[in-house]
């Protein structure tokens, strides 16, 4: 008989199961209740992520300078404890891997799919990464944890951008610089000649809380893109 393994949070006293080892924050029948539909197109895209997002990268620069032009902006030194929202497969791991000098990176990511590549990424780069499932819009971690928090690529499709950007600053530690990148409206437009409509795209930046530091909001990827900075207050 199958052992049914969980995770009791001592904070909140849930207890969460885990499954391939990684905690379940949520549920399939959470991330795909809205719709059969993104199920399925979700699956479809996870089967064929990397030539995918290799393909997507290319009118950006090409997948490796369109990744550095995001990660060059991340504050990370010797004893930084990074965390990535929407971490996918960890790709972004391989171009950080000289700097985390073998200390663990974090990563969530809503579908089991995407972590279980990334959890066999991580041991094929020699990077311990640390995974969880769970949204972007609540994340599983205490307030002040990281002293690195970014996303790269998911958030013009989440449903509550205002609740995933709070989380991200709410687990930043005071001083810590958060960066997030996704498409432009000008890649948008692009990718509509494949998917068959498009949703206008406006970068999350008036969404920042006004109390933050250094907010700015840049254009990268030859215009595909956009990058929006700014630092948690001390
Ligand atoms: C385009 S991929 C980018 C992955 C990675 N950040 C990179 O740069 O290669 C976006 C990832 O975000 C995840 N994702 C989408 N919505 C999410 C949400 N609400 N919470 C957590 N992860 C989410 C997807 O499952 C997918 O793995």
Not at 140 to 164: E, Q, R
Not at 196 to 210: E, F, T
Request: glycine share 6%.
């Amino acid at each position: 008989m199958k052992q049914r393994v969980t995770w009791n949070c001592l904070d909140c006293d849930v207890e969460y199961p885990v499954s391939e080892g990684f905690i379940q924050f949520i549920s399939d029948e959470e991330v795909f209740r809205s719709s059969k539909r993104e199920a399925v197109m979700r699956a479809i895209y996870a089967r064929f992520y990397s030539p995918l997002t290799r393909m997507m990268f290319i009118p950006c620069g090409g997948e490796k300078n369109a990744r550095q032009e995001v990660l060059e902006n991340l504050e990370i030194t010797l004893d930084s404890l990074v965390l990535e929202t929407g971490i996918g497969i960890g790709d972004n791991i391989s171009y950080l891997n000289g700097i985390l000098h073998g200390r663990p990176y974090y990563g969530l990511d809503n579908q089991q799919i995407m972590l279980r590549e990334c959890n066999k990424n991580s041991h094929k780069w020699n990077q311990p990464v640390l995974l969880y499932r769970a949204n972007a819009e609540a994340l599983p971690f205490k307030d002040n944890s990281f002293d690195v928090v970014f996303h790269l690529g998911a958030i013009n499709l989440f449903k509550d951008k205002k609740s995933a950007i709070d989380e991200m600053i709410r687990v930043a530690r005071p001083g810590t610089r958060i960066v997030i990148a996704d498409e432009s409206e000008k890649a948008s437009k692009l990718f509509a000649i494949f998917v068959g409509h498009h949703d206008p795209v406006v970068p999350p930046v008036d969404l920042i809380p006004s109390e933050m530091l250094e907010i700015s909001l840049k254009s990268i990827w030859n215009d595909y893109g956009y990058l929006i900075k700014f630092r948690k207050p001390w």
